[in-house]
């Protein structure tokens, strides 16, 4: 039976952890994903995924690894903690949409995802299943993160301030009509009056938040609140002194960024590069 290892510094996020201990024990056995797949009965690529973190698969994959690996319940146990870290992600994620709600102006960065605000539902449908989610979950997700576009809306909207990456512009969706969709929606949507976009071009280099999606909360009393997101981890970020370091990174990278009308443009050429379709 393989040794089971302390967590260390480098394996305490439970995700990680268990996606570690995945890649540790597969690489003891000298077994290619194929390989693994092929004497487990599963997809390999499933098996790909659970060990770089996109997924975190089911109890009886995870007890089929367990048999397979001989680590009685060890998987089992680091995969039930990780499910639980995804709760407590969610708890978060609810009170950040509690408070965005409440917000008087956001300001947002995205690294390589189109902001949740400006999506489109087969863009958040794409993202969001790549994600892991399926089924009813999956289009329920979609529902909602639909709804949060009212937020930008109306007489009383807030002010939405975002500077998204090239790279969000230059990773298309499968199906070029729908990635043509997402494009033009952007365009229209950052003509209103309290939507502001600006690209950050491949050749502005290195900043302070590369990695990270952040948003920024203003609300009526003065005081900001940030919210750094990933794919499977979100961690709201209150203290002050912490908020306004972040607040310091976020306004020299807007210093590197193209202006409004630049990226304005930059959008319309975009749009240009993808393929006709009559219907926008």
């Not at 077994?31 to 659970?50: A, I, N, P, V």
């Not at 948003?215 to 609140?225: H, P, Y």
């Not at 990933?230 to 972040?246: F, H, K, M, P, W």
Request: hydrophobic share 40%.
């Amino acid at each position: 039976m393989p040794t089971r290892r302390a967590v260390t510094g480098r394996s305490r996020e439970p995700r990680a952890r268990f996606a570690e201990e995945l890649r540790h024990l597969r690489a003891q056995r000298g077994e290619s994903l194929r390989q693994l797949g092929d004497r487990l009965g599963w997809d390999w690529s499933l098996f790909g995924k659970m060990e770089s973190g996109e997924t975190l698969g089911g109890p009886e994959v995870v007890e089929a690894l367990d048999q397979h690996y001989g680590t009685p319940g060890l998987l089992l146990a680091l995969w039930e903690l990780a499910i639980n870290d995804q709760t407590q992600f969610r708890e978060r994620y609810r009170r950040y949409m509690d408070l965005e709600a409440k917000a008087t102006s956001l300001w947002h960065f995205a690294v390589s995802v189109v902001p949740g605000l400006l999506q489109t539902p087969e863009y958040a449908r794409e993202v969001l299943s790549a994600g892991g989610l399926k089924g009813p979950e999956l289009e329920q997700q979609v529902q909602a993160r639909m709804g949060r576009r009212s937020l930008l809306e109306g007489d009383d909207a807030p002010p939405f301030r975002t500077i998204v990456s090239e790279a969000v512009l230059r990773t298309p969706l499968r199906d070029v009509g729908e990635w043509q969709q997402q494009l033009a929606y952007i365009r229209d949507v950052t003509q209103r009056s309290n939507v502001t976009l600006h690209v950050l071009p491949f050749d502005a280099g290195l900043h302070g938040l590369v990695g990270t999606d952040m948003w920024f909360l203003r609300f009526t009393d003065a005081r900001t609140v940030a919210y750094s997101e990933s794919t499977y981890r979100g961690d709201l970020i209150e203290e002050n002194a912490s908020v306004e370091r972040l607040q310091r990174a976020y306004d020299a990278l807007r210093d590197l960024a193209l202006s409004p009308a630049e990226s304005r443009k930059f959008v319309l050429r975009m749009l240009e590069e993808v393929p006709c379709d009559p219907s926008i």
